[in-house]
């Protein structure tokens, strides 16, 4: 930050089991999505080690780190990240087409996603012209259309109500209890304490020793 370090995360040790539904929780700034990039290979650790799926992610070079995210793991976001002037299926179809292994079935792959997301009506709307939840459903069915075994989720229900944001979750609890697929899943508020495996609370870049305080 204006040429000063800042650690945002610090001296972390982590180990998450294939399947696992994990929860980050921590005030703003704790350090959540910081790790969540690092995980996710979206960000590099300036030190220490970081193995997901069996790859070297302090190792590998931008290209690798790039093919690691298409095809390891699924993003959620907060702010949903649809790209504007594609359609609903378009979008959830894009990380295949851009995947060689996944090219091929790409459109039939995302209508089956849409079909689990219950987004068929919405198939050729753009995302402008669909609702909050819609859109989080579409992101959730992009992220899931390369089969990752990770799914990282910041924050998804941060943008909507406390009602579209439960169906949201339940979404996400099924994709973990239904397909098998890691869950890690940043989020301030308890609304997902109880589909939870673990709770971790990030203060300052550590690992508090107690549960997180609302
Ligand atoms: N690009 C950045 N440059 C400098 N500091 C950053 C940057 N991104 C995050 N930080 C700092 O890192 C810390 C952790 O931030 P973040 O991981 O976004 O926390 P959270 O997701 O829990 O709100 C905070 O102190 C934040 O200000
Ligand atoms: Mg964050």
Not at 7 to 20: F, K, P, S, T
Request: proline content about 4%; glycine content about 8%.
């Amino acid at each position: 930050m204006g040429g000063l370090p800042v650690r945002a995360i610090d001296n972390i040790a982590l180990e998450v089991g294939a399947g696992e539904f994990l929860v980050l929780k921590g005030k703003s700034g704790s350090g959540k999505s910081t790790l969540l990039s690092l995980i996710g290979g979206l960000d590099r650790p300036s030190s220490g080690a970081l193995s997901v799926s069996g790859i070297d992610l302090s190792e590998v070079n931008p290209t690798q780190l790039a093919r690691f995210r298409r095809e390891h793991v699924g993003f959620i976001f907060q702010g949903f990240n649809l790209l504007p002037t594609l359609s609903v299926l378009e979008n959830v179809a894009l990380p295949a087409l851009l995947t060689p292994t996944h090219a091929q079935d790409a459109y039939e792959k995302a209508w089956e996603l849409l079909r689990l997301a219950e987004l068929e009506q919405r198939a050729h709307h753009k995302p402008s012209e669909i609702s909050g939840g819609e859109m989080q459903r579409t992101a959730i069915a992009r992220a899931l259309i390369n089969t990752p075994a990770l799914i990282i989720a910041d924050e998804p229900t941060g943008n909507l109500d406390s009602k579209t944001g439960q169906r949201i979750l339940n979404f996400i609890q099924e994709l973990n209890r239904d397909l098998g697929r890691t869950v890690i899943m940043a989020t301030h508020s308890s609304d997902a304490d109880a589909m939870a495996h673990r709770i971790l609370c990030l203060v300052d870049g550590r690992f508090a020793q107690t549960v997180c305080k609302e």
